[in-house]
């Protein structure tokens, strides 16, 4: 079946579902309520848009035999432990350590169900010295599945952020399957792509929705993540012909650069690298002016610009440690200005606390 049917099937599919699950979420207590620190949205929001992206998925692979083959069923199997965790922490709030568990067990069965593993980086540091991890392969692994899915969790802040970022990814990592003819999991990337789509319709703000009418809640934002990052794996492994495992970072540049700049800042001011806050990205536009809109539509052009420079690089022979080299001088000047702009903000926070 062509991607451009199997992408609409889940797209109408999704949307179907949202549209139901919408007012039994409400009925059933399944919302996020506003607070007065992070969640400011106007009104108690249903939390199904995971479950709507799920039922899309779920639905379409009953209709596309490419999408049950190479590793569903094994990508099913793993997703299970964050489905459930995801869904206790939107009915009742998880701890950070329970989330972690069921990431590392997701991981795990990744790894030993469905054989992907990350076991050479590629050619990082010169050409022609690739850097195969042997031993270190299956803790590596767990190690960057819990980053990345972590990763997609933090990037849900503000509306279409996180699907928005996720739909992104997806597009480039189909991009990748179809050009080194990874069927299954270019079938994969597209059938989250409309599902995910789908989803957006009531979560993406636009000129006929001022605000989310369902939020992606837990159980979609580790979704997909885990669907990202079983992805960049199967894709950068593969025998013959895979995309280099620094252009999947580039990829997923966008929520990797900020989480892991949230996190190494956290641990300096001696705070959880878990624990909630307002030094994201996202949050640093919206504090200097920008709207929703206008943040998120940054942001997402800026995690395309990422994307191509990976697969284009790729595409055009640029060496990996090149981009390797690249990804850590990003990630550098990013952090110091980072740093610089949470400092302020610190500054910023305490005169007004002392002016109260």
Same mark, same amino acid.
């Given at each position: 079946?062509?991607?451009?049917?199997?992408?609409?099937?889940?797209?109408?599919?999704? $949307?179907? $579902?949202?549209?139901?699950?919408? %007012?039994?979420?409400?009925?059933?207590?399944?919302?996020?309520?506003?607070? =007065?620190?992070?969640?400011?949205?106007? =009104?108690?929001?249903? !939390?199904?848009?995971?479950?709507?992206?799920?039922?899309?998925?779920?639905?379409?692979?009953?209709?596309? %035999?490419?999408?049950?083959?190479?590793?569903?069923?094994?990508?099913?199997?793993?997703?299970?432990?964050?489905?459930?965790?995801?869904?206790?922490?939107?009915?009742?709030?998880?701890?950070?350590?329970?989330?972690?568990?069921?990431?590392?067990?997701?991981?795990? !069965?990744?790894?030993?169900?469905?054989?992907?593993?990350?076991?050479?980086?590629?050619?990082?540091?010169?050409?022609?010295?690739?850097?195969?991890?042997?031993?270190?392969?299956?803790?590596?692994?767990?190690?960057?599945?819990?980053?990345?899915?972590?990763?997609?969790?933090?990037?849900?802040?503000?509306?279409?952020?996180?699907?928005?970022?996720?739909?992104?990814?997806?597009?480039?990592?189909?991009?990748?399957?179809? /050009?080194?003819?990874?069927?299954?999991?270019?079938?994969l990337a597209v059938t989250f792509m409309g599902a995910v789509a789908g989803f957006l319709v009531f979560n993406l703000r636009h000129p006929l929705r001022a605000r989310a009418s369902i939020f992606l809640g837990d159980l979609g934002s580790l979704m997909l993540g885990f669907v990202l990052v079983w992805l960049s794996i199967r894709l950068t492994q593969a025998e013959h012909g895979g995309l280099p495992a620094m252009a999947a970072?580039?990829?997923?540049?966008?929520?990797?650069?900020?989480?892991?700049?949230?996190?190494?800042?956290?641990?300096?001011?001696?705070?959880?690298?878990?624990?909630?806050?307002?030094?994201?990205?996202?949050?640093?536009?919206?504090?200097?002016?920008?709207?929703?809109?206008?943040?998120?539509?940054?942001?997402?052009?800026?995690?395309?610009?990422?994307?191509?420079?990976?697969?284009?690089?790729?595409?055009?022979?640029?060496?990996?440690?090149? !981009?390797?080299?690249?990804?850590?001088?990003?990630?550098?000047?990013?952090?110091?200005?980072?740093?610089?702009?949470?400092?302020? /903000?610190?500054?910023?926070?305490?005169?007004?606390?002392?002016?109260?």
């Amino acid at each position: 079946m062509k991607s451009e049917l199997v992408a609409v099937i889940a797209f109408i599919v999704s $949307a179907l $579902a949202i549209c139901l699950l919408r %007012p039994l979420c409400l009925k059933v207590g399944l919302v996020d309520h506003p607070d =007065a620190v992070r969640k400011q949205h106007a =009104a108690p929001t249903p !939390l199904g848009g995971g479950l709507g992206i799920l039922i899309g998925v779920l639905i379409t692979s009953l209709l596309v %035999p490419e999408l049950r083959d190479g590793g569903f069923r094994s990508f099913l199997y793993a997703l299970v432990p964050l489905l459930i965790v995801g869904l206790l922490d939107d009915i009742v709030e998880t701890r950070a350590l329970v989330r972690v568990i069921a990431q590392i067990v997701a991981a795990v !069965l990744m790894a030993y169900e469905g054989g992907a593993v990350i076991r050479n980086l590629g050619e990082l540091v010169a050409p022609g010295l690739p850097l195969v991890l042997h031993g270190w392969a299956v803790p590596f692994t767990l190690f960057c599945v819990v980053g990345v899915v972590n990763a997609i969790n933090m990037s849900d802040g503000i509306d279409g952020l996180a699907g928005g970022v996720a739909l992104v990814a997806l597009g480039w990592f189909a991009v990748a399957g179809a /050009m080194q003819g990874a069927v299954a999991d270019t079938v994969l990337a597209v059938t989250f792509m409309g599902a995910v789509a789908g989803f957006l319709v009531f979560n993406l703000r636009h000129p006929l929705r001022a605000r989310a009418s369902i939020f992606l809640g837990d159980l979609g934002s580790l979704m997909l993540g885990f669907v990202l990052v079983w992805l960049s794996i199967r894709l950068t492994q593969a025998e013959h012909g895979g995309l280099p495992a620094m252009a999947a970072v580039w990829v997923l540049g966008l929520p990797l650069l900020d989480a892991l700049s949230i996190i190494v800042w956290r641990l300096t001011q001696k705070r959880s690298p878990l624990s909630a806050d307002q030094d994201h990205l996202h949050y640093v536009l919206l504090r200097a002016g920008l709207s929703q809109g206008q943040t998120v539509g940054i942001l997402l052009l800026v995690a395309w610009l990422f994307g191509a420079i990976g697969i284009g690089a790729w595409r055009y022979g640029v060496p990996e440690s090149v !981009l390797f080299y690249g990804a850590l001088s990003v990630y550098a000047v990013y952090l110091v200005v980072m740093t610089r702009v949470w400092k302020a /903000m610190g500054t910023t926070q305490r005169v007004a606390d002392a002016g109260k």
